[in-house]
């Protein structure tokens, strides 16, 4: 596929919003106006190879707050015997496959009473990879750990929160985090952007009937760092780093 431009994916989103300025939720109700990209072949085709003309559209579409409680904890499961992605394949792209690949895990962790499922890196089975469709990091000693890996995609959530844990003066790791290392983190939680971060309540390793817990209520790192980032979105707290964008004064 070709890369789309800066330039056009920043004036499409200015001009989708605009167009749909009277479907924007009033401020402070904690919903918002949810942008989704998409690119895909229109070439007309038969056969397994990629497409001479491609389609680039934005959708909007108004979403109500994630937290229907309130910022909260939930409890996540490891499931084994599925894999999200694959190293060196789709992973670190958002494509339609990896969400498709990811349905039957997700099923299986709500039966069983969890808010989301948990998967281990494909090769070997030993490291935290991705919490279903977001990105994983654990706090400990005044330090942002978040995996590193060929097959989780680079959420710009995670970079955003990265940052901001530099800015408070803690030391931020991107490596790989064996399964066993999550009894020392103090906080864990999945980033992405409905949540901005979804704390974790504990992860159940139902294979081993071991249980990583870090506490009913999100811990206050993770407090600060959600509370920071949803304030500069809201343009409550100072933007030093030029995320935001006035689209209508």
């Not at 281990?120 to 919490?131: F, I, Q, T």
């Not at 600060?224 to 707290?237: A, S, V, W």
Request: charged share 25%; with cysteine.
């Amino acid at each position: 596929m070709p890369e789309v431009p800066t330039e056009l994916f920043e004036e499409m989103v200015k001009k989708v919003v605009r167009l749909n300025e009277r479907f924007i939720p009033p401020y402070e109700t904690g919903a918002t106006l949810y942008v989704r990209p998409l690119l895909i072949g229109i070439s007309a085709q038969v056969g397994v190879h990629p497409a001479s003309e491609y389609l680039f559209m934005m959708f909007v579409t108004p979403v109500g707050p994630y937290f229907k409680g309130g910022f909260a904890s939930n409890p996540y499961v490891i499931i084994r015997e599925h894999d999200r992605s694959a190293p060196l394949g789709t992973g670190i792209y958002k494509v339609g496959g990896n969400y498709a690949a990811s349905l039957l895990a997700n099923k299986k962790a709500h039966d069983l009473g969890y808010a989301c499922e948990f998967y281990l890196d494909a090769k070997e089975k030993k490291y935290m990879d991705e919490c279903g469709a977001a990105n994983f990091f654990g706090i400990k000693n005044n330090t942002y750990v978040t995996p590193l890996s060929t097959s989780i995609l680079p959420s710009i959530t995670n970079k955003s929160l990265m940052q901001l844990a530099e800015d408070f003066g803690m030391k931020v790791e991107r490596r790989q985090i064996p399964e066993e290392e999550l009894e020392t983190f103090e906080e864990a939680g999945a980033c992405g952007t409905a949540a901005v971060i979804s704390p974790i309540s504990y992860i159940d390793d139902l294979e081993t009937g071991k249980r990583y817990d870090f506490g009913e209520k999100p811990g206050p790192v993770s407090e600060k760092l959600y509370t920071h980032l949803r304030n500069i979105q809201y343009g409550i707290d100072e933007d030093i780093h030029g995320w935001t964008t006035v689209v209508i004064e």
